[in-house]
């Protein structure tokens, strides 16, 4: 819990553009402060980091304006980056998702983007990988690597992360699509699963069904409701996801082997937003466990392990960010279990959508809202 805040005033700084609260944060294992690099953002949905420093932020209710480049002083440019598909469905939790660079973006120059592709009335999630120009101001060599082989027409659960892991395989997680939970118990549908493809979109040879038989040869697991955080353990090598549950049940999961069934809708630690029940069962021989649950539900959205140097007792940690919850969680972990846990950014009383580590060493995270921010926790003085 956030045991103090000492509030006092805020000041600009100009050479930056950053707008920095002299708020110190005394919390378990370090004192923070928050400073704001960039605000009046349209629904900020995913952060990420280009080598120089410079970051890119996604919009999700901009469609194709969306993309939007903060600079390694923290300027952000007025006009966004240009390219973007013009299919990009706009509707509440569809629009413009995740943009990471590829790791060796210094000489290749590739980012890799999903989006909900098609209409109100049938859509899908996609992945996109197209070169991001030198001058920054826009995207060439567009080209589609993937798309869900189910269409929707709901306006939620699309899942969207996007993970490159360091032995080159490209994950892209997928939500259950809202009105069709029981998809994620049929590994042929890509609804309700974890995609793992090569970096260029085609399909690894030990992925479970490769061969097309027993499921789509581009799933690695299913029984998923909605994957909002993907991310690599730094030490274990270990793939972590956490998911949205409904009402309570939200989990992380690691992933260790293939072909694993996590279970949803046939268990879950959640019910229905109504009160009424989805299933009695809570485990079941053959279905996978979480590895952490919340109950009551934080709506969690956004994941990083924490490995920079600024905060040195947060190494390895792991931070979820909460948007029901309004707050950023801050996991304890020891290897591949978590063994603690303590909230952070309550008295900012904001809906935290995406949270980063930095190249810097300091953490970022995405505040959820029509005049979102991007914020930087940075050590206390």
């Known amino acids: 819990m956030i045991r103090t805040a ?60 969306g993309l939007r480049l903060i600079e390694a002083d923290g300027t952000l440019r007025q006009a966004p980056v240009s390219g973007l598909p013009g299919d990009i469905v706009v509707n509440r939790q569809s629009g413009l998702f995740d943009a990471i660079p590829h790791p060796d973006f210094a000489e290749n120059r590739l980012v890799y983007i999903s989006y909900a592709q098609g209409t ?71 609804l ?26 581009e799933v690695w697991s299913y029984g998923h409701r909605n994957i909002q955080g993907l991310v690599q353990h730094p030490e274990t090598g270990t793939v972590w996801s956490h998911e949205h549950g409904p009402r309570g049940g939200d989990e992380i999961n690691i992933h260790t082997e293939s072909g694993l069934n996590y279970g949803w809708p046939e268990i879950t630690y959640g019910i229905n937003y109504n009160g009424t029940i989805i299933t009695e069962e809570r485990d079941r021989e053959g279905l996978e466990q979480p590895l952490w649950y919340w109950n009551p539900s934080i709506a969690s959205s956004g994941m990083t392990f924490y490995t920079g140097d600024a905060f040195p007792h947060w190494q390895n940690d792991v931070f ?14 020891d290897g591949d279990r978590v063994i603690g846990q303590e909230r952070l950014l309550e008295d900012l009383e904001e809906r935290i959508r995406d949270v980063r580590t930095g190249p810097d060493g300091f953490i970022y995270v995405l505040t959820d809202s029509d005049e979102g921010r991007v914020l930087r926790l940075v050590p206390a003085e």
């Open 6 to 65: 000492l509030a006092s005033s805020l000041l600009l700084t100009a050479s930056t553009g950053v707008l920095a609260a002299q708020e110190v944060y005394e919390t378990e294992q370090a004192n923070f402060s928050v400073e704001t690099i960039a605000e009046n953002l349209n629904y900020p949905w995913s952060i990420s980091f280009l080598p120089d420093g410079a970051m890119l932020v996604t919009e999700r209710d901009a469609g194709s304006d």
């Open 120 to 190: 109100r009335e049938a859509h899908r999630t996609a992945l996109i990988r197209a070169r991001l120009s030198d001058d920054l101001s826009a995207l060439e060599n567009v080209e589609e690597l993937f798309a869900v082989n189910f269409d929707i027409a709901t306006n939620r659960h699309h899942g969207a992360k996007i993970l490159l892991d360091r032995d080159g395989y490209l994950w892209l997680s997928l939500g259950d699509g809202g009105d069709h939970m029981d998809e994620a118990q049929n590994p042929s549908s890509h």
């Open 320 to 333: 979820v960010g909460a948007l029901a919850g309004m707050h950023l969680a801050r996991l304890e972990t």
């Open 192 to 217: 309700g699963s974890l995609i793992r493809l090569n970096e260029d979109g085609s399909v690894p040879s030990d992925n479970p069904f490769a061969g097309g038989d027993g499921g789509a040869p």
